[in-house]
């Protein structure tokens, strides 16, 4: 099952991605988590990549999409795949369905978790993350339970990023939907209740 997760930042993706891992044996590849990893190490990507990341913008495609293409080559990713933030505009879909077409490979779904605007201001604001594994929980978590890392606030879920962010997925990623729309792959949950509830639906939409 290769599968692409669209929704808002903070929409939920990253958990249900998460559940669809665990369930199905995918392997996860989220664009986010692997720039912040680049970041950390401060590789020549790393470095290019962050001033954009904190500024809240679209990194640029190309250093994006180099290394989706290495993710996706690799052995774990030949059973299937989730990507969580890839694509985030229209050139980015193009080359991805380019792309998969070269390795003999499509996608079966691109599942949309659709949250109001004013409940992600909410979730973002107070959302949590491991520095080690990216695991994310609301304030009050101080110890990732997943790995014992040190939960701490993302730079780009402080207030004066989060309105950016949510104007770039209006204006850049949200016309992902329609895309996928015309492909007739696209799947649409309500991400605005418990996990757990979403991810009944999830599962229901990705088995039928
Ligand atoms: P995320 O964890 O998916 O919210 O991503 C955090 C940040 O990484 C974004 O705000 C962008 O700066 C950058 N990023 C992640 N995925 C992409 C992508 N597909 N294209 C461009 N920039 C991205």
Do not use: W
């Amino acid at each position: 099952m290769n599968i692409v997760l669209l929704g808002a930042p903070g929409a939920g993706k990253g958990t249900q991605a998460q559940k669809l891992v665990e369930e199905f044996g995918l392997v996860h590849i989220s664009t986010g988590d692997l720039l912040r990893a680049a970041v950390k190490a401060q590789s020549k990507l790393g470095l290019e990549a962050k001033s954009y990341m904190d500024a809240g913008k679209l990194v640029p495609d190309a250093l994006v999409i180099n290394l989706v293409k290495e993710r996706l080559m690799a052995d774990d990713a030949q059973a299937g795949f989730i990507l969580d933030g890839f694509p985030r505009n229209t050139a980015q879909a193009v080359t991805l369905d380019s792309e998969l077409a070269a390795m003999e490979r499509d996608l079966d779904a691109a599942l949309l978790v659709d949250v109001k605007p004013e409940v992600i201001v909410t979730r973002l604001s107070s959302r949590r993350t491991c520095r080690s594994c990216g695991y994310t929980a609301p304030a009050g978590v101080d110890v990732c339970p997943r790995c014992g890392g040190e939960m701490h606030q993302r730079d780009d879920d402080k207030p004066e990023t989060i309105q950016r962010r949510l104007d770039v997925y209006q204006t850049q990623t949200a016309p992902l939907i329609e895309y996928y729309r015309g492909h007739s792959i696209l799947k649409e949950v309500d991400g605005d209740r418990p996990v757990d509830e979403v991810y009944a639906d999830v599962k229901a939409l990705l088995t039928a």
